[in-house]
T-cell receptor, first 113, second 110 residues
Framework: DAGVIQSPRHEVTEMGQEVTLRCKPISGHDYLFWYRQTMMRGLELLIYFNNNVPIDDSGMPEDRFSAKMPNASFSTLKIQPSEPRDSAVYFC???????????FGQGTRLTVV | LAKTTQPISMDSYEGQEVNITCSHNNIATNDYITWYQQFPSQGPRFIIQGYKTKVTNEVASLFIPADRKSSTLSLPRVSLSDTAVYYCLVEQYNNNDMRFGAGTRLTVKP
């Protein structure tokens, strides 16, 4: 397996634009996580899914953020409208089952200007 | 969720053994202890997981005392490439709510 695949690797957008980040988890993994990392706030858990169902989205900062998992092999994190304070590295991760090793993607570096 | 406390940073030299301790005073009976490593510009990578006593793999050892209120990650004979941030997590049994703390920034010097 190629691991967790995220796209794009880098995204630069203007304030107010919609941004969509994509993630392909490892095949067969039941759990998918979205994280955001900044120098100030560290690595924050935004939301995680189990078998395509959102389990905990308490980390989603506000209504501008939304995440979906339409099937077992694809998830999106959308920010609409984007703001400069959303600039961060966004990671997607997946794990086979509960309390097992999570595998992280390479991340998407988002810059909102 | 049990809160974890780690040193913000540590320095070491090549070839030395490094021990990073994590405090988790309110760990619950069934919680697991997991450590991740993160290099710059990469996502975290799993190192080791344990419940009690000692766990060892090809990369590290994890020591957990009987009261489980702390744990120590031991890296034998570190090299420059071990320079990274190391995170300690306490995971609830049967709950995949994986939240990272601030981590420990380890710098290995030649």
């Amino acid at each position: 397996d190629a691991g967790v695949i995220q796209s794009p690797r880098h995204e630069v957008t203007e304030m107010g634009q919609e941004v969509t980040l994509r993630c392909k988890p490892i095949s067969g993994h039941d759990y998918l996580f979205w994280y955001r990392q900044t120098m100030m706030r560290g690595l924050e858990l935004l939301i995680y899914f189990n078998n395509n169902v959102p389990i905990d989205d308490s980390g989603m900062p506000e209504d501008r953020f939304s995440a979906k998992m339409p099937n077992a092999s694809f998830s999106t994190l959308k920010i609409q409208p984007s703001e400069p304070r959303d600039s961060a590295v966004y990671f997607c991760a997946s794990s086979l089952t509960v309390n097992t090793e999570a595998f992280f993607g390479q991340g998407t570096r988002l810059t909102v200007v | 969720l049990a809160k974890t406390t780690q040193p913000i940073s540590m320095d070491s030299y090549e070839g030395q053994e490094v021990n990073i301790t994590c405090s988790h005073n309110n760990i619950a009976t069934n919680d697991y202890i997991t450590w991740y490593q993160q290099f710059p510009s990469q996502g975290p990578r799993f190192i080791i997981q344990g419940y009690k006593t000692k766990v060892t793999n090809e990369v590290a050892s994890l020591f957990i005392p009987a009261d489980r209120k702390s744990s120590t990650l031991s890296l034998p004979r570190v090299s420059l490439s071990d320079t990274a941030v190391y995170y300690c997590l306490v995971e609830q049994y049967n709950n995949n709510d994986m939240r990272f703390g601030a981590g420990t920034r380890l710098t290995v010097k030649p």
